[in-house]
């Protein structure tokens, strides 16, 4: 895991479905959304690296989330209209 360019796409699956597994909780804080993802990645990750690197990751990973404002879901793709 400690190789964050070559997993990030597996990280980014993980802490993606643990926060859309939480859409019950309110998210809005950096600390809760941490500890969210910081749980997820012990679970995926087993021991295979050290909390500190994990707790970066999540921490890391919260701030972008709530800086872009994500609470849902992506967005759909665009409709393109062949009306003229």
């Given at each position: 895991?400690?190789?964050?360019?070559?997993?990030?796409?597996?990280?980014?699956?993980?802490?993606?479905?643990a926060?859309?597994?939480?859409?019950?909780?309110?998210?809005?804080?950096?600390?809760?959304?941490?500890?969210?993802?910081?749980?997820?990645?012990?679970?995926?990750?087993?021991?295979?690296?050290?909390?500190?690197?994990?707790?970066?990751?999540?921490?890391?990973?919260?701030?972008?989330?709530?800086?872009?404002?994500?609470d849902?879901?992506?967005?759909?793709?665009?409709?393109?209209?062949?009306?003229?």
């Amino acid at each position: 895991m400690c190789d964050m360019i070559k997993e990030r796409i597996r990280i980014n699956k993980i802490l993606n479905e643990a926060i859309a597994s939480s859409v019950d909780r309110d998210l809005t804080k950096l600390d809760e959304l941490t500890q969210l993802c910081f749980a997820a990645l012990q679970v995926h990750y087993h021991g295979a690296c050290v909390d500190e690197c994990l707790e970066a990751t999540a921490r890391e990973c919260a701030a972008r989330r709530l800086a872009r404002g994500d609470d849902s879901e992506p967005s759909p793709p665009l409709q393109v209209s062949n009306a003229v």
